[in-house]
């Protein structure tokens, strides 16, 4: 069975920053690429990152409106993807989702990440 | 950046309806659209692949359909469990996008 549990998040103050763990089981994670995407509080879902897998010299995207405070890596002997968060700003406060693939068919429960002083 | 415009932002619909929500890619995507249903409080659900593909386990009165950049999830028959947001999303082109999101009320 595929599980994908997320950690880290919390309350941040502005300006702080935020290191995003996904766990993952159940597959081959050496096969796939992952991805974080987030939800603010009644909006609607913004993909944040992407990493490829080894095939693919583990390259990485980023969403415009993150790029430069924003690192996605990867750790395939853990079956783990991490989100270095920085410069974290109110309009950050989302559940941060991690999922799987190119196809984004498994994804975890998210994690919640609130920014304010 | 790939615009998704997705419509509506917003409907109600009785149980038997058939129900349609559109996204229309501001570039070309070719097929390479993903639509998921997110029910509140949950993660969201993967019902389409490649534009037109059901997701395994999907019930068969939802499809998808594309004409030209215009992208379809319909729903042939409401049923109340179908009460939930619908979000596309283009993996074309990096950045990915997604659409801005339906929410479908049932009536």
């Known amino acids: 069975e595929v599980q994908i549990l997320e950690t880290g998040g919390g309350l941040v103050k502005p300006g702080g920053s935020l290191r995003l763990s996904c766990a993952t089981s159940?597959?081959?994670?050496?096969?796939?690429?992952m991805n974080w995407v987030r939800q603010a509080p009644g909006k609607g879902l913004e993909w944040v990152a992407q990493i490829r897998n080894k095939n693919y010299n583990y390259a990485t995207y980023y969403a415009e409106s993150l790029e430069g405070r924003v690192t996605i890596s990867r750790d395939d002997s853990k079956s783990s993807v991490y989100l270095q968060v920085s410069s974290l700003r109110a309009e950050d406060t989302a559940i941060y989702y991690c999922t799987r693939g190119r196809s984004f068919d498994y994804w975890g429960q998210g994690v919640m990440v609130t920014v304010s002083s | 950046d790939i615009q998704m415009t997705q419509s509506p932002s917003s409907m109600s619909a009785s149980l038997g309806d058939r129900v349609t929500i559109t996204c229309q890619a501001s570039?070309?995507?070719?097929?390479?659209l993903i639509w998921f249903q997110q029910k509140p409080g949950k993660s969201p659900r993967p019902m389409i692949y490649y534009a037109t593909n059901l997701a395994n386990g999907v019930p068969s009165r939802f499809s998808g359909s594309r004409s030209g950049s215009d992208y379809s999830l319909t729903i042939s028959s409401l049923e109340s469990e179908d009460m939930a947001d619908y979000h596309c999303?283009?993996?074309?082109?990096?950045?990915?996008?997604f659409g801005s999101g339906t929410k479908l009320e049932i009536k």
């Open positions: 999303l283009q993996y074309k082109q990096y950045p990915l996008t």
């Open positions: 570039q070309d995507i070719g097929n390479n």
């Open positions: 159940g597959f081959n994670f050496n096969d796939y690429f």
